[in-house]
């Protein structure tokens, strides 16, 4: 069956960075395009980065020139990179493909805050 595990969500001070992680199984990985979305309370999930197959990537205007969003093809997993943290970046952040109709992970909590 098909597994996304997040790992690297934690608490950091505004203007710190953090780096997510998502190890995926049950896909043929290389071909699949994967993306961050975040739901921060009360509001709705969004999408904050996605990386396609062959490496190209969209981001959401707010995230722009901070987060990046990268691949490893031989690990099956993807990551965010994320540089200068505001506290509305606070959320939820899940990992998710698009292959097989589409799964999610379970969720990391990201906490931006002094």
């Known amino acids: 069956q098909v597994q996304l595990v997040e790992s690297g969500g934690d608490l950091v001070q505004p203007g710190g960075s953090l780096r997510l992680s998502c190890a995926a199984s049950g896909i043929i990985f290389s071909i699949s395009a994967m993306a961050w979305y975040r739901q921060a309370p009360g509001k709705q999930r969004e999408l904050a980065a996605m990386?396609?197959?062959?490496?190209?990537?969209t981001y959401a205007e707010s995230v722009k020139g901070r987060f990046t969003i990268s691949r490893d093809n031989i690990k099956n997993t993807v990551y965010l990179q994320m540089n200068s943290l505001k506290p509305e970046d606070t959320a939820v952040y899940y990992c998710?493909?698009?292959?097989?109709?589409?799964?999610w992970g379970q969720g990391t909590q990201v906490t931006v805050s002094s």
């Open positions: 998710h493909t698009f292959a097989r109709g589409g799964y």
């Open positions: 990386i396609t197959g062959d490496g190209s990537v």
